[in-house]
């Protein structure tokens, strides 16, 4: 079993939907969490982080990890096209180690 | 552009061949990663430096690779006796290292490899 489980989709939505990502994860010791999105091609770009539990808000981003259940979420409201991507999770082991375990990663394609 | 730099970004070599790729980190950023991915998985870590101390290597480094970085500046992977396997983007990442929040790792746009 992997540390860190993604659903890959594809998940394909409306212009205008509201997406909900999700992360599973394996290992309590997890304290930062953090979304990244690849483009086709492209090296992934951090967009949110959150540290142990709780909710942040970054303009249509929402990230959300509840350590309880393991379980981590990404909402993006007001979808765009330019939104479809790949988005990976992404989590630190306990602080000073420094090696990101990542998700398969999920595959968003938002349709006009 | 300030963000981390990776040459070249495309490489081509036939099977047996020794390749070598680059990175060029953030200015200032103690902290430089190693990362691969395959297609339709995430990024897996492969190794990493504080300055030009390599601070922990994966199991997946085979004997074959080796990553330096010299003057803790800049840093080279070299893939020996290539494998079709090793066909991949290897993408490299850096950070400050420094400080209480999350270490942010930046990407760069990824060296892809194919072995033929």
């Known amino acids: 079993q992997k540390e860190v489980e993604q659903d890959p989709g594809p998940l394909s939505v409306p212009e205008g939907a509201i997406v909900s990502l999700n992360c599973t994860y394996s290992?309590?010791?997890?304290?930062?969490f953090m979304w990244y999105r690849q483009y086709s091609r492209k090296g992934p770009e951090l967009l949110m982080y959150?540290?142990?539990?709780g909710n942040k808000e970054d303009g249509r981003f929402t990230a959300q990890v509840d350590k309880s259940s393991k379980y981590i979420s990404l909402f993006i409201r007001d979808s765009q096209p330019s939104d479809s991507a790949t988005y990976l999770c992404?989590?630190?082991?306990?602080?000073?180690?420094?090696?990101?375990?990542f998700g398969t990663g999920t595959r968003l394609q938002v349709f006009p | 552009d300030t963000g981390v730099s990776q040459d070249p970004r495309h490489k081509i070599t036939k099977r047996g061949q020794n390749v070598t790729f680059r990175c060029d980190p953030i200015s200032e950023h103690n902290r430089l990663y190693w990362y691969r991915q395959t297609l339709g998985q995430g990024p897996e870590f492969l190794t990493y430096f504080q300055n030009e101390a390599q601070l922990e290597k994966s199991r997946l480094l085979s004997d074959r690779f080796s990553a330096e970085r010299p003057k803790g500046s800049f840093s080279t992977l070299e893939i020996q006796r290539t494998e079709q396997g090793d066909s991949a983007m290897y993408l490299c990442?850096?950070?400050?290292?420094?400080?209480?929040?999350?270490?942010?790792?930046?990407f760069g746009p990824g060296t892809r490899l194919t072995v033929l």
């Open positions: 992404a989590m630190n082991p306990t602080w000073g180690t420094d090696k990101l375990i």
């Open positions: 990442a850096s950070s400050l290292g420094v400080g209480n929040d999350a270490d942010t790792q930046y």
């Open positions: 959150t540290y142990s539990s």
């Open positions: 290992n309590s010791a997890f304290q930062y």
